[in-house]
């Protein structure tokens, strides 16, 4: 029964393929959502580019709209989901400047611009709900925000990549090489026609500093998220990982760096990074397959949590924003401060070469007498010590050079000494070359 409750105006942007999910919820989950909210929901409007697209799920022609701007007029929420950065930032700021409260989805806008929309939204004491915009239908947003507010969060990683995960799952499972998963991924929609933004970790990165600003309560803007993609990793790398017992998955992972006295004057930093990394077989994260998401959170009182799911598809996205509007419109209807963003701890962001981790490094050398104490004396040189150390002969000496492959996995060692003794066993001439270099995380 919505008859008693006071009446919001919701303005949608978008009705793509998370948009038009939205819409149909909003419109047949009515009473259900006025319920929830304490306010009956009314759409007033739905912007989009054309009017007469067809679209996945029948709207009514009435609430169809292009005058974007028009819409947000008037408006008590509004929910933005075209994506992008124009006209979304402007379209966002143009709403809280005029009361509304805001649901958004858009990762690309909350990493580049997020600061400016939370100032924007303080200064009317409006909220900016963006629990869709990382890991899709996965609450993580709002466990970081408010169940976690008195614990504090060491670490977080994070697979918030449904199309690596996929890619990486396969190649893992099936023995398969990159190029040819990533055509099967981009046949069955899995994957963009151009999937640069997935593949090289740029939507990833998007999210590690959402949620490193987040957790930490600190601005982690997306030009201090180190990243690195997966297209490096080719099936010898995959099965060399498999056989060591790990799998390969592409991790955001942020970090509060504590008792680092020479990183700050409070002795704590904060880094956030995207790389693909080994995973120990028995991490829960290892156990992630398909397009799937997860975020895995170390916090100092409640321990290790697993939050696990849909990372995108237009349905299961448009439960996260749903609940958001949820949230909006209890605010609305109560009033007060709206959920702003807390960026009072203000800890220094620290580029990847003081991150201290394990890496496990193969490398092809010539498979003669003394050479494994050469490498090991490079990396004792460079402050690197061994954990383990395989080796496997991978052409006989028969009339020319024998070639061997070696894998040493590391104990933690500083990301800058790490990097700069590859570049010396690269120099080496008994290094044939390089093959990978690896994290280990989650061990
Ligand atoms: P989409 O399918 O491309 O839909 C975008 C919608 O916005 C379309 O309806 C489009 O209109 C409209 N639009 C774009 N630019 C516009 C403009 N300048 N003026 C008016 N309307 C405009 O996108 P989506 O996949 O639904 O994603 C929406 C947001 O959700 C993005 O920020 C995305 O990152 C985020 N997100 C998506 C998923 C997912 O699974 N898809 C998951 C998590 C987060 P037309 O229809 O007329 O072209």
Redesign the pocket.
């Known amino acids: 029964m919505t008859a008693d409750y006071r009446r919001l105006r919701v303005a949608l942007?978008?009705?793509?393929?998370?948009?038009?999910q939205v819409a149909n919820l909003l419109r047949t989950h009515a009473d259900e959502l006025a319920d929830r909210a304490g306010a009956a929901l009314d759409l007033v409007g739905i912007?989009?580019?054309?009017?007469d697209?067809p679209?996945d799920v029948d709207l009514p022609r009435e609430l169809l709209t292009?005058d974007?701007e028009k819409l947000v007029v008037g408006a008590d929420i509004v929910i933005e989901?075209?994506?992008?950065i124009e006209?979304?930032r402007s379209l966002i700021l143009q709403a809280i400047g005029a009361g509304a409260d805001v649901v958004?989805?858009?990762?690309?806008?909350l990493a580049t611009h997020g600061p400016e929309l939370f100032e924007a939204a303080d200064q009317v004491g409006a909220s900016v709900h963006y629990e869709?915009?990382v890991a899709?239908a996965i609450p993580i947003i709002r466990p970081l925000r408010d169940s976690l507010a008195g614990d504090r969060v060491h670490r977080i990683m994070g697979i918030v990549n449904g199309t690596t995960n996929y890619i990486l799952d396969r190649m893992d499972r099936e023995g398969s090489d990159f190029a040819d998963v990533l055509a099967d991924a981009q046949r069955l929609g899995y994957a963009e026609a151009d999937p640069t933004a997935d593949v090289e970790g740029y939507d990833a990165a998007q999210k590690a500093a959402i949620l490193a600003s987040l957790a930490f309560h600190t601005s982690v803007p997306i030009e201090a998220v180190h990243r690195e993609g997966i297209t490096a990793i080719d099936k010898g790398v995959m099965d060399a990982a498999r056989h060591a017992g790990y799998v390969i998955k592409l991790l955001a992972v942020c970090e509060r760096l504590t008792g680092r006295d020479e990183l700050s004057p409070a002795g704590e930093a904060v880094s956030a990074r995207v790389y693909p990394a080994l995973v120990p077989r028995e991490h829960p994260l290892a156990s992630v397959h398909g397009a799937n998401n997860a975020v895995f959170v170390q916090a100092e009182a409640a321990g290790n949590l697993m939050f696990y799911g849909a990372?995108?598809?237009?349905v299961?996205?448009a439960s996260a924003v749903l609940g958001d509007v949820v949230s909006a419109a209890r605010r609305h209807i109560a009033g007060g401060v709206g959920v702003g963003e807390s960026t009072r701890a203000n800890l220094p962001v620290v580029e990847i070469g003081v991150v201290t981790t394990r890496y496990q490094i193969t490398l092809e050398v010539a498979d003669e007498p003394g050479v494994l104490a050469i490498v090991a004396g490079i990396l004792a040189e460079g402050r690197v010590s061994i954990a383990t150390m395989e080796q496997t002969v991978v052409r006989e000496a028969n009339g020319q050079g024998g070639l061997a492959r070696i894998v040493i996995g590391t104990h933690t060692a500083v990301e800058r000494d790490l990097s700069e003794t590859v570049d010396r066993l690269q120099a080496s001439d008994v290094v044939e070359r390089v093959v990978s270099v690896l994290r280990v995380e989650g061990d």
């Open positions: 942007l978008g009705a793509g393929a998370v948009g038009a912007a989009v580019r054309d009017v697209a679209r292009a974007a989901l075209m994506g992008g006209p979304a958004t989805a858009n990762k690309a806008l869709a915009a899709g990372g995108a598809g237009g299961q996205t």
